[in-house]
């Protein structure tokens, strides 16, 4: 599984990890069994929320971790609704203690509402020095979003910031993207696969996923994820609630595409138009 530096969190982050958005909807123990094969097979980064679920999910990732919390790269996030400064240090706690662990990796704002940054940011920052979360960042924020965050906490803090991004969904490559780059903030794609919307087995695009595929022994929804995290910025994590399909996305981690391969993929889901606002979901 290739690894990258996320961001300036100072840590090396496999390129591909796992999302756990609706886990609680499906069988406990199959999910629990995926999230595990994935972790065998270096899919280390946990990407959940207290959203999901309103706690469940991080039930499951915690049950999915004990005994090997040291392996993972454990990311969750806080609601909007809960930014405040003192709302952020209990969300915190709460997210911890369902998850069973005494720190996060790495700790995100989820989208941004109406706190001041500097709230939780401030929030961030105690939790930083106390050693509960080891680096932190947001998530669905636009340019102009990322360059308030940057004035309120001075550069080499923001460690990601969390996106949709997939490939009939490109939006954040005409600015986003750049921006993130530039102040070395990892880019963490989610949705990789469009929440659902992969090109249909033996629609034209699919087939030009399933050609490259097919040189490398690969599949359409490897090669997709290898385009996603070309560039060292960029991180991906698809969610999967089988240990087959765990497997198959890590599979993804080693992948190399060609120049040409890029291209082609390229032009067959183009960046589109730049956009009113960041899409998100
Ligand atoms: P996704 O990863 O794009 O797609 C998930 C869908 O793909 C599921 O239906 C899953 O099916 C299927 N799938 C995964 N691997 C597969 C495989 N190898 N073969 C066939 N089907 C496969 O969708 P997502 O859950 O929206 O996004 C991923 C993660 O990003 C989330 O879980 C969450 O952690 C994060 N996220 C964050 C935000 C945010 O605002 N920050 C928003 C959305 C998502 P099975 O379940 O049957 O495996």
Known sequence: MEMHP?????????????????????????????LRRGIDLGMTHLDTAEMYGSGAAEEIVGEAIAGRRDEVFLVSKVLPDHA??????????????RLGTDRLDCYLLHWRGSYPLEETFAAFEQLREEGSILSWGVSNFDVPDLEDALQVAGPGRIACNQVLYNLQERAIEHAVLPWC??????VVAYSPFGHGQFPRPGTPKWRVLK???????ATPRQVALRF????PSLFAIPKASTPDHAAENAGAGDLQLTKHELGRIDETFPVGPVPQALPML
Not at 84 to 97: D, F
Not at 228 to 231: D, F, G, H, N, T
């Open 6 to 34: 996320f961001g300036n969190a100072g840590r090396e982050v496999p390129v591909i990890g796992q999302g756990t958005w609706y886990i609680d909807n499906e069988d406990r123990e199959t999910v629990i069994a995926a």
């Open 84 to 97: 405040s400064r003192e709302g952020t240090l209990e969300a915190c706690r709460e997210s911890l203690e």
């Open 181 to 186: 780059e530039k102040h070395r903030v990892a």
């Open 211 to 217: 050609e490259i595929a097919d040189h490398h022994h």
């Open 228 to 231: 996603l995290v070309r560039r």
